[in-house]
């Protein structure tokens, strides 16, 4: 039962460069996210997706785009990498139901230089 | 939109000590309120929710929260802790249904350290 998989777990990025992180779920969830974590920042928001082929902004979303082609899969992608987006994301979906709680992947430490 | 709020950044307590992180939202409805807790190195892990029904809450390892309505509080407690319980411990608010029931908000998290 793989839950919620993230790839890659680490990767050490080029300003300028890009990149994708991909996540997949295998629980059939209808609501997925992408968010960035830093040191005293919490957990912040950057793209969410309600559905196959729907996404949306978040607290955070400038340098980002995602993409959720198929249920199970949601795409961050970095056009541009900037040392700001030096970050560990985790991606997590949840049910379409009250009470129902997030499930996260084990995360993509990122680091640009 | 929701906020949650949680107040302490850091904990310090020796094991056997009796635990209380505060949490605190806002938001005009009807809610789901969970405590994840992050392991250091590890993802984030459900540790209790609330979404109706007796406003005390047990999860696992002996931790447990009251939901008190009248304050928008979601307070986590453990009677004895002890150094395994060392983590990053996050309150998370979302809509109870509707529309907005997607929506999940996480507070800034609170680390706990145990010294044994």
């Known amino acids: 039962n793989a839950g919620v998989t993230q790839t890659p777990k680490f990767r050490v990025l080029k300003t300028g460069q890009s990149m994708t992180l991909l996540c997949a779920q295998d629980?059939?969830?209808?609501?997925m996210y992408w968010y960035r974590q830093d040191p005293g920042m919490g957990l912040r928001l950057i793209h969410y997706s309600v559905g196959e082929g729907t996404t949306a902004k978040g607290e955070v979303p400038d340098g980002y785009n995602v993409s959720r082609l198929k249920k199970q899969n949601f795409l961050l992608g970095l056009e541009s990498a900037a040392p700001s987006q030096t970050s560990v994301y985790f991606c997590a979906s949840r049910q379409e139901r009250e009470s129902s709680e997030a499930f996260f992947g084990q995360g993509t430490r990122l680091t640009v230089v | 939109a929701q906020s949650v709020s949680q107040h302490n950044h850091h904990v310090i307590l020796s094991e056997a000590a009796s635990l209380e992180l505060g949490c605190n939202y806002s938001?005009?409805?009807?809610?789901?309120l969970f405590w994840y807790v992050q392991y250091p190195g590890q993802h984030l892990q459900l540790l209790l929710k609330y979404f109706s029904g007796d406003p005390l809450v047990k999860g696992i390892k002996g931790f447990e929260a009251e939901f008190i309505k009248s304050k928008f509080s979601f307070n986590l407690r453990k009677p004895s802790v002890q150094w395994s319980d060392t983590a990053e411990y996050f309150c998370?608010?979302?809509?109870?249904?509707?529309?907005?029931?997607?929506?999940?908000?996480f507070g800034k998290g609170t680390k706990l350290s145990v010294i044994p």
């Open positions: 629980m059939n969830h209808e609501y």
């Open positions: 998370a608010v979302s809509p109870y249904s509707g529309a907005g029931s997607y929506q999940l908000t």
């Open positions: 938001y005009g409805g009807t809610v789901n």
